[in-house]
Each structure stands twice: as C-alpha cells, then as structure tokens.
C-alpha cells in the first residue's frame, strides 16, 4: 500500500506528479468533488488536472449519508459511461469520507474494476477514512453494507483544504486521531498534549503533523491486515460503544467522532474497572479528549441499558451472540477482549457516563 502523500497547498504541484507516475496512463480522469469542498478545492484540482494534459471532467456531487446510497452509486456510474470513461480511465475522491467511499466503491464496480485515487478533505477523511482501500454505500437496514475492498492508487492528503471545515468536523476528525494515537502512538499522545489548543482545529503546521501521523498509525495496522481478519479490529477502539450512542442519540445530537470519543470514555472506564490500565492514564485520555473539545457527557438523557444492549447487538462486527471489544492498556497499546456480552458492555456505558 502506497503511504498517503501530506502536504500543505500541495494539490497544484504534488497532483500532476502523481499521476505521471502512475504505472499505467490513464485515458481519461473522472473527479467526484464535494460541493462543500469545491469552494477550496475546485480551482487546485483543476488547474493540476489542466496540467496533466489527459482527458477530464470534474463531477460535484452533494455528499450525505443518505446519498451515499445504491442509487447514487448508479447514477454516477452512468455518467461515467455518458462521459465515455472506459476500462483505463481513472477516478479520483476529492471530499470527506462520504465521497472517497462512494468514488471508491464505483471505481471498485466500473467495467469491473477501474484504477482509483483519493484526495481527503477533512480531517476524518486524511487521518483515516481515506486510507486502507474500504469503500462502500449504505443500505436502508445499515451503514457501509455495501461496499469492497479496493484499494487507491494513491492518496493526496492537502491540510490546506481544510481551511473551510466547519468546527464540528474538526471535532469528528480529532476523535478518530485521539484513537489512533491510543492505539499505536504514544508520541502522538504527547503532541496531542502539546499542540495548542486553537491549532488542534485549524489548518496548519499542526493539523499538518496531527494528521500524519493518525494516518500512518492506519498504514501501519493495514498493512499487516489488509482483510481485517486480526489487528486491524485494533482500529475499532471506542466504536463498539460509540456507534450504539451515535444511533440511540441520532446524527444531528452526536456526530460519529463525537460518539467515538464518549465510545473512548466507556473503553477507557472498562480498562480501568477490569484492571488493565491505570486511573493515571485515563485522567490523562480524558484530558486530552477534553482539549480536543469532545463531548464527555451523553446529549440528554442515557438510554436504557436494554436499549444500548440491543443496539450493541446489532454490531456489523459482532461474532454469533456476543462482541469483541477493544480496551486501551497504556499509551500506543491496546488488546482485543473477545467475547463479550451485549448487556454488560451496556451497562459498562451506564457506569461510565452515567454521572
Ligand atoms: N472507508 C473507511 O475506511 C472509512 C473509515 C471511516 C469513516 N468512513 C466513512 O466516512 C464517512 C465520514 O467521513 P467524513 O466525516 O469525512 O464525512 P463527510 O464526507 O460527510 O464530510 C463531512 C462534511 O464536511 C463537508 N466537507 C468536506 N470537506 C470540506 C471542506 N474542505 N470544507 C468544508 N466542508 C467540507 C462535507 O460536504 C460534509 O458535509 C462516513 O460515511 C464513514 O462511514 C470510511
Ligand atoms: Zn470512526
């Protein structure tokens, strides 16, 4: 797997090299852009692809989870076959995970397979969603239902354009950092610590450093499990916990790395009631979830334990009647505590945020 290329306004320069390098040229390049993104990514994008000389056409497209769907899927795939884009052309991601997932998935799908490549645009997406060749749509019982395994040429990661994200998605993108720093990278944690705080949610030399290294955590994890058979469960720290609070509480109340993080409060407590990590190094994650600006308390009233334990039931990655759960030990360092029960994992969230 290619490791992501970071940079600060590097789309313009870094873009047309990386696709004269590709090992195959494309006939013609197939851009999905963000509407969202495309007020700073648009003039870049285009002036690097003006540059390359190929064939290209730039398709906005308004990202959402409700559109990431199968008709959307269909719909931008006939346009590709409209635009005349044959087994040898090239799609490229530019926007948040919704639109990476979806280009790849198309990509996964076009002519039975064509080459793809992807350019995040917000934090989640550089540090983690773009990375690792998932991609997928959602179906009406479930998240990510449908998807592949494909991965991208290459990744493009430009901080810069991430200047006009708004502060919630900062917020969504930290959480998934503070979790890959927990799981593989104590300096991570530490320049979590240090950074200061305004720049923990702009765009710059920090964000810069912060994605970086979220991202090579990703890497390193994917590279020794591509297929997510054992360490790559590893990524799912927080996110047993976290997608049940994210369904009980509804999108617009808790964004998905909002949740995370209160998913990374729960496996932070349950390390610590089972004896695995010391309250010294919980007080220290809950800081530094703090000065990223993430929720520590559940928005209104908990639901039930019966509630949550049905929720976390329902866990795409739960094996027969039971979940395995990721518990933090000490900085970088996590395990896989196989085979727990729905119910006490919800009542573990009680204990947790229930004061
Ligand atoms: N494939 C994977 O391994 C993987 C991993 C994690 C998450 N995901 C998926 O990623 C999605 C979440 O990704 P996300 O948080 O990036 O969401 P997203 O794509 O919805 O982007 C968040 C919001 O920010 C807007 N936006 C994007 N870039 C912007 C910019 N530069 N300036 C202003 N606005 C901008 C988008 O239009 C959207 O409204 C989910 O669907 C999730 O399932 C996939
Ligand atoms: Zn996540």
């Known amino acids: 797997m290619q490791t992501p290329v970071f940079g600060l306004k590097v789309v313009a320069d870094k873009l047309p090299r990386l696709l004269r390098r590709l090992e195959t040229t494309p006939t013609s390049i197939v851009a999905l852009l963000d509407r969202h993104a495309a007020q700073v ?44 884009a044959d087994r040898h052309s090239l799609m490229i991601g530019v926007g948040g995970g919704i639109s990476t997932d979806m280009a790849g998935l198309v990509a996964a799908m076009y002519m ?44 493009l990661a430009d901080v810069a354009l991430l200047r006009t994200l708004p502060a919630r998605e900062w917020g969504c993108g930290l959480g998934e950092v503070v979790k890959s720093a ?71 109340r808790l964004a998905h790395g909002e949740a995370v993080a209160l998913g990374l409060h729960c496996a932070m407590h349950m390390a610590v009631a089972e004896g695995l990590a010391s309250t010294t190094y919980a007080q220290r994650v809950f800081q530094i979830l703090d000065r990223c600006g993430l ?23 739960k094996t027969g009647a039971t979940v395995d759960v990721i518990l933090p030990v000490r900085a970088g360092h996590c395990r896989i505590e196989v085979g727990q029960r729905p119910r006490d994992l919800a009542e573990m969230i009680h204990q947790a945020l229930a004061s």
Not at 50 to 74: C, D, N, Y
Not at 135 to 145: F, I, Q
Not at 237 to 251: C, K, M, S, V
Not at 305 to 316: M, T
């Open 112 to 155: 039975r397979g064509i080459a793809w490549a992807a350019i995040p645009t917000t934090l989640l997406g550089m540090a983690d969603a773009a990375i690792g060749g998932k991609t997928a749509v959602n179906l009406p019982e479930g998240k990510n239902l449908l998807g592949a395994f494909h991965l991208p040429k290459f990744v």
């Open 41 to 84: 990514a648009e003039d870049p994008l285009r002036s690097a692809l003006k540059q390359v000389g190929l064939p290209f056409h730039i398709l906005p497209w308004t990202a959402s989870e409700t559109r990431k769907s199968t008709v959307e899927l269909e719909k931008i795939s006939r346009r590709l076959v409209r635009l005349g």
């Open 295 to 317: 929720p520590n308390a559940y928005p209104g009233k908990l639901p039930s334990v019966a509630e949550l334990s049905r929720l976390i039931a329902r866990d795409k990655k």
């Open 182 to 252: 927990m799981i593989a990278s104590p300096a991570l944690l530490r320049n979590l610590e240090q950074c200061p705080r305004v720049s923990l949610r702009r765009s710059g030399k920090h964000s810069l450093s912060l994605a970086r290294a979220a991202a090579r955590v990703k890497c390193r994890i994917v590279e020794q499990d591509p297929l997510e058979g054992g360490v790559r469960k590893l990524l799912n720290l927080g996110h047993t916990f976290g997608h049940a609070l994210e369904t009980a509480a509804g999108p617009r």
